[in-house]
């Protein structure tokens, strides 16, 4: 394993990655609209005006309106907060349990590391968004069921990454040594082997967000997601889809947004993978 | 290779068995009364009992997960809520649909993904490979329910060549194909390219341009073959979310398949119906990963199975 780059090297090489540099610039535009929308939201996103439905962009609606004549602006501003909830949100809930699963497995080894592989197994049988469209489909639609819904399965892709970094960075001199001067075994995987073992991790992690982002967006679509009148980009594409032929605003632009982010966050993993050199790692 | 594929075949027992208990778990999940939620509150009591009686809810939960256990066995998924049809007919019935769009967009991810990695990879770092890559990220930004919405504008509305939705021409597959098929393209692309630049570096392509044979020639006719294995690997594994994604490019496209359908039982609240095409599709995928993995070693004479 390489050694990990020094804090200021590794932010050099990330600010050096014009890529990554546009992207996490996007990112933290999304985040400051998710925090400050009602600040920047011209209109209540779900004021309803209905003898303005499906009008085109104007001086007082820029981006126009839907077919109950809310303001697209000002929905797609606080639809960037569910993206950002639940991009968050599903990637710590996925990385706690990922951590705790992954380091158990990969720590404790024998029974408990074969369970987990078989429940690995089982739950990556289901592919793509299939097992959160299971769940919400009998939990019901609501933004904490999406939360659980794609966390279900997000966990395993964490926990897998990190069992094999466990096992890999146990067996490096510095652990040993420290196993063999007594260290206890749970010093040992916090203090020496988890922090040597998470940049793959955080690269995954970044990536996992625009997954989230999408899969969210994707439920909502289906009518799973997040229910109305709460602005989903998902569902604002779903909606606005219907009207193709008199008001095609209504799914080119929250479309966009949802792009414009997943781009951002995969050019910002991908800038901070070669930043960190963790390309054969996390393969 | 008997060896290894019975080996397979017994790794392969708990993992299907594993998914058929997250599947009949599935109904359990349902906060509440599941009978209730299907029929609405102003069921009669006896219509109530009567389904319960159906789904066999109104047994002990060991004695429903060991029938629902055999019935899969047997192939019985049980009986679709709304149709009273057997759940894996309605399945069958739409699975050439589903087939049909699949391959095509898995020829459609082919037809973007090869010309454009080979390109990129005998072309390293020039214009066409920074658009490829740039195409490639694209692709895999764009989420298919944006996409089909899209073409849908772009190939419909606006120039009039394909129909908007439906079934039945080649012209009703191509808007569907390309939307399945655009994500799977760009992760093929990327695959490509990055195999063919480890393959074109091998000695054997050397030997063969030091024989005389254009550069071109050595790629397309040598390292090529090569590179592809690894593409269609992932070709393979790609299959399940192939699958999943349909459910929502049906949706859009109002494809009469296995996706379609898993949304028209979720809006219906048919749970027996749910159960068994996320089942279905699981056990598809599944099935697809072994068959991938085998052929893995056909195509490749070095890969030789202990």
């Known amino acids: 394993m390489s050694e990990r780059p020094p804090r200021r090297r590794f932010l050099r090489r990330v600010a050096r990655h014009r890529a990554a540099v546009a992207g996490s610039a996007v990112v933290v535009l999304l985040l400051l609209v998710a925090a400050l929308a009602p600040l920047l939201a011209p209109f209540d ?33 606080y639809g960037a907060r569910i993206s950002a909830v639940v991009g968050l949100g599903t990637v710590s809930l996925s990385l706690a349990i990922g951590l705790l699963a992954g380091s158990l497995s990969g720590f404790l080894g024998g029974r408990v590391d074969h369970l987990f592989m078989r429940l690995a197994d089982i739950l990556l049988a289901f592919p793509g968004i299939l097992l959160a469209i299971a769940i919400t489909s009998v939990l019901g639609p609501s933004l904490r069921n999406v939360l659980i819904a794609l966390s279900a399965l997000g966990w395993v892709g964490y926990a897998r990454l990190i069992r094999g970094q466990i096992l890999k960075v146990r067996e490096l001199e510095f652990v040993q040594s420290a196993r063999a001067v007594g260290s206890p075994p749970v010093r040992l995987l916090l203090v020496h082997i988890l922090p040597n073992a998470v940049s793959p991790v955080i690269v995954e ?79 | 290779m008997t060896g290894y594929l019975l080996t397979r075949l017994r790794q392969m027992v708990p993992v299907v068995f594993g998914v058929v208990t997250v599947v009949f778990l599935l109904i359990h999940l349902i906060p509440g009364d599941p009978v209730e939620i299907m029929l609405g509150e102003s069921a009669l009591a006896a219509q109530k009992e009567e389904l319960r009686r159906e789904l066999r809810l109104d047994r002990p939960v060991a004695v429903q997960y060991g029938e629902f256990l055999l019935g899969v066995a047997k192939g019985d998924l049980g009986t679709s809520f709304r149709s009273r049809e057997p759940v894996l007919r309605e399945i069958l019935r739409r699975v050439p649909a589903t087939l049909l769009l699949s391959g095509a967009s898995m020829a459609v991810a082919l037809l973007i993904a090869v010309p454009l990695g080979v390109l990129s990879a005998m072309r390293q770092h020039s214009p066409v490979d920074h658009l490829s890559g740039f195409l490639a990220m694209l692709g895999l930004s764009m989420p298919n329910f944006w996409l ?51 393959e074109i570096r091998q000695d054997y392509v050397r030997a063969a341009c030091a024989r005389g044979l254009s550069r071109r020639d050595a790629v397309l006719r040598h390292a090529l073959a090569n590179s592809l294995i690894p593409v269609l690997t992932v070709m393979g594994l ?12 049906e949706t859009i496209f109002s494809w009469p398949g296995i996706g379609r359908l898993t949304v028209q039982a979720i809006e219906a609240r048919d749970y027996p119906l749910v159960q068994g095409c996320i089942l279905f599709i699981a056990l598809c995928t599944v099935t697809v990963n072994l068959v991938t993995d085998l052929l893995y070693s056909r195509l490749d004479p070095r890969i030789r199975y202990e």
């Open chain 1, 205 to 283: 992690a970044t990536f996992g967000i625009a997954r989230a982002i999408v899969a969210e967006a994707g439920l909502s679509f289906l009518g799973l997601g997040v229910q109305p009148p709460a602005p989903s980009w998902g569902a604002m594409i779903n909606e606005g889809r219907h009207f193709l032929f008199v008001a095609p605003h209504l799914t080119t632009v929250p479309g966009l947004a949802i792009m414009i982010t997943v781009m951002a966050f995969n050019f910002l993993g991908d800038g901070i993978r070669d930043a960190m050199d963790v390309r054969e790692e996390i393969r």
């Open chain 1, 45 to 77: 996103p779900a004021a309803q005006s209905l003898d303005a439905g499906l009008s085109g962009p104007s001086w007082s609606h820029w981006l126009g309106q839907d077919r109950l004549g809310r303001d697209l602006l000002s929905r797609l501003l």
């Open chain 2, 148 to 198: 089909g919405p899209l073409l849908i504008l772009i190939f419909s509305i606006g120039l009039g060549l394909f129909p908007v939705s439906g079934y039945g021409t080649a012209g009703h597959l191509v808007l569907p194909a390309l939307t399945m098929g655009a994500g799977m393209a760009a992760i093929l692309m990327r695959m490509l390219r990055s195999s063919l630049l480890e």
């Open chain 2, 238 to 249: 790609q299959f399940g979310a192939l699958l999943s994604g349909s459910i929502i490019t």
